[in-house]
């Protein structure tokens, strides 16, 4: 150990100066970095690119961490990693320090809504100050590494962890992902609240075959190239710390092994010099996928795809050390490993601030972290329907029914992915909603169901009684917790247990109700939401979602969401995604439904195009949809020139006028479509939104610009992305469907 300390602070003292520390990080430690490898051993070497799990086995790992066989842990925080820490920094030979890992998904101890919740938000900046508090929570616990952001694009709501996405685009993807890399790592890496970033899944795993977890991703080029990698390379260039590889294989080769991924892709075209970390067990699982015969031959795929770290396959521990001896695999790329590590932990300035002061641990739920999650679980809900202006509630509500499994159960509220948070903080809608009613409104609540499976009829008449007794009914549904995230895929959206039945048996009450969902996906509810007259869709809202709601429920806060995902009316219609290729044969309104179709009709009857019998073309909801309080008009969109030149710009405008009675928060969307191009292009991509505040009766203007490397996309021809010339559609809309409409010509 003291061989290394003394190596590393004298140039460090003798350049004294915080500026230079700065500077030094920007600079990325080359000196630092090959002083310190040109001292370790190949054992030593090997252990660094070694990740444990901390989470059983951290009294095991102490002998191992001594002597030199693990570099990083997981799960791993507070007293019991500063403990691990001094065994590293003083017992072991170089007294290199650990880097501490965690899952930090959507907070640490004060809990955001999921991801895709995050994504309804369209704000940039609530999810990047989000973010920035969940850093500040866990590194108060040593935890400096945390595997977020998952920006893998998803069209499939079967799909567990959908929950952990932004949803379904690649532009929302990309600027929200980059959001929470700039709240996660803060200004400078080596500050002791900045947490090292983890850009996941590289790639394609939000397009598992089917939505079953860990399956295949068979896929085309351009899909992969113009939706599934554009929010990683924004993740790159914004400077995410590090990468982890996905498990799933992409067109027969797997993530984990995947070179052209790795090597060529991020850190060559891209120029990208972080840190890859594999995903749990997934070198080993190189070999269940059938793609390796051996762990040796695992371990000389991952390495020299340029996957640093093995997480948990204790694969590169202990087999690299024969395979470098042996010549099998070159010590140059086992070095070039271990730089990516030591530089990252160079970057988190853990060789000077290797432990974690516990006593900061007092910020945990900080009454500015509670209203950031309460802002952000209120700007997170969609209003889907509102009838008869049944919300919000007015004062003429003198009582209220509380029905439902998910109106009070803080452990679903939360989501999945929450590893350290406790229940007991959550403020479900039950108590946010008692609160705020007080003495002047009668709250009668009856669970009608236990939880969200729960198929036992027997407390639905209480519930029944309690919406006839009061004025209007709230009814919590939605799917348990469990039910989503990793390896919880479902091949069935309708609502679990006996919800739907408690749904029909409530609205035979004649009350006017609104229906408040809380899922970690988009469920296929389109005959429950027909039998209500409002709708709020509230993902998993986390800590504050009770309270959220609450000010939602009485209009103190005026709905702002719109869904970062297609709401499908039957899953059968999965995939269905709003930025869809256009078929020869498009539906019209008029196409014929299976209930309609006379007996024995004949083959030619109705028509041929394209869309489902039950359901026709069209989905519950379609992306970007959602309403407010107060009504929006869109008028007289311009655009600045007719001809965009290639090196130019244009600008692209409209008018939206607040029509209604209350200030409200637009989310406005711009599309663009390429009429024609050599290859087919989608019927319209979102390219920017913004999300404006407009008192009542105001109009602004709200302009955007365009530029032609927003109009580029993948040829595989020659394997680049390129503007073609010719003409483009484009929109300024509220959601994916509508818009008013203008053109532009992209010059030669
Ligand atoms: C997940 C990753 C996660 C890792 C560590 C894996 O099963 O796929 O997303 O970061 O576990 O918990």
């Given at each position: ?262 090597n060529d892709l991020l850190r060559g075209e891209w120029g990208w010099n972080g ?12 070999k269940v996928q059938a793609f390796c015969e051996t762990l040796d031959e695992a ?294 439904l299976l209930k309609d179709i006379p007996v024995e009709a004949k083959q030619t ?144």
């Open positions: 150990m003291m061989r290394f300390r003394s190596l590393l602070l004298v140039p460090v003292l003798a350049m004294g100066l915080v500026a230079c520390q700065q500077q030094k990080q920007k600079e990325a430690y080359t000196e630092e970095v090959e002083a310190l490898l040109s001292k370790m051993t190949l054992r030593e070497k090997i252990g660094q690119l070694n990740l444990l799990d901390g989470s059983w086995q951290a009294e095991r790992l102490e002998n191992d961490i001594r002597d030199g066989q693990v570099g990083s842990v997981l799960n791993c925080s507070g007293e019991m990693a500063n403990r691990l820490q001094r065994v590293a920094v003083e017992e072991s030979e170089l007294g290199i320090p650990l880097l501490f890992g965690r899952d930090v998904i959507h907070g640490y101890k004060t809990i955001f809504p999921i991801p895709l919740g995050q994504a309804a938000s369209f704000n940039d900046e609530l999810v990047e100050a989000a973010s920035r508090i969940a850093a500040v929570e866990a590194t108060a616990d040593g935890i400096r590494h945390t595997y977020t952001p998952m920006i893998d694009v998803t069209r499939d709501p079967r799909w567990g962890r959908i929950a952990e996405s932004l949803g379904e685009d690649a532009y929302l993807t990309s600027r929200l992902g980059v959001a929470m890399i700039k709240g996660l790592q803060g200004e400078e890496l080596n500050a002791p609240t900045s947490l090292a970033a983890c850009a996941k899944h590289f790639a394609a795993y939000g397009m598992s075959q089917g939505g079953r977890d860990y399956n295949i991703a068979d896929i085309s080029q351009e899909t992969l190239h113009d939706y599934i990698l554009p929010p990683f390379k924004a993740a790159a260039d914004a400077g995410c710390a590090t990468f982890m590889t996905s498990f799933n294989e992409i067109n027969g080769m797997p993530a984990s092994a995947n070179k052209y991924l790795f840190m890859v970390v594999s995903d749990y067990y997934s070198i080993e699982q190189l371990a000389i795929h991952s390495i020299n795809a340029g996957v640093d770290l093995d997480m948990m396959s204790h694969v590169y521990w202990p087999l690299l050390e024969e395979l470098v001896k042996t010549g099998k695999v070159k010590e140059s790329v086992l070095d070039n490993a271990v730089r990516n590590v030591l530089r990252l932990k160079f970057q988190l300035g853990l060789f000077e601030n290797p432990y974690c002061d516990t006593t900061r641990t007092a910020v945990f739920y900080a009454q500015d972290h509670l209203e950031t999650a309460k802002r952000l679980a209120t700007e997170s809900v969609v209003l889907l329907k509102n009838e008869e202006q049944v919300l919000p509630l007015t004062d003429n509500v003198q009582s209220i029914a509380v029905i439902g499994p998910m109106a009070n159960a803080p452990v679903e509220q939360l989501g999945t992915w929450c590893f350290d948070a406790e229940p007991s903080h959550c403020v479900t809608p039950l108590r946010a909603l008692t609160a705020e009613c007080g003495e002047r409104v009668k709250v009668n609540y009856a669970a009608g169901l236990a939880y969200s499976r729960d198929e036992s009829e027997t407390e639905i008449a209480a519930a029944v009684a309690a919406a006839r007794r009061s004025d209007v009914v709230l009814l919590f549904v939605g799917e348990e917790a469990i039910l989503s995230g990793e390896a919880k895929c479902r091949a069935d959206l309708s609502l679990p247990g006996a919800q739907s039945k408690l749904i029909d048996e409530v609205a035979k009450s004649g009350k006017p109700m609104v229906l408040v969902v809380m899922a970690g996906r988009p469920l296929t509810i389109g005959a429950e939401i027909d039998k209500c007259d409002g709708v709020l869709y509230a993902f998993h809202g986390g800590t504050m979602a009770g309270p959220a709601l609450s000010d939602l429920i009485f209009g103190r806060v005026n709905p702002s969401g719109k869904l970062p995902v297609t709401f499908p009316k039957m899953v059968g219609q999965v995939p269905i995604y709003y930025n869809q290729k256009l078929t020869g044969r498009p539906a019209g309104d008029d196409a014929v009857s109705l028509g041929f195009s394209s869309y489902w019998l039950e359901v026709g073309y069209k989905p519950l909801y379609p992306f970007g949809y959602g309403l407010s309080y107060t009504t929006f008009e869109y008028n007289k969109i311009q655009v600045s020139n007719p001809v965009l030149s290639k090196n130019g710009s244009i600008e692209v405008w409209c008018e939206v006028k607040n029509t209604g009675t209350r200030e409200g928060q637009e989310v406005v969307q711009l599309y663009v479509q390429d009429v024609a191009g050599s290859s087919t292009r989608p019927c319209r991509e979102l390219k920017g939104f913004q999300k404006v505040t407009i008192a009542p009766g105001e109009t602004q203007t709200v302009s955007f610009t365009i530029t032609p490397d927003m109009l580029a996309f993948y040829h595989a021809a020659d394997g680049k992305s390129y503007a073609e010339p010719g003409s483009f559609n484009v929109w300024i809309a509220s959601s994916s469907d509508t818009g008013l409409e203008s053109h532009f010509m992209l010059e030669e």
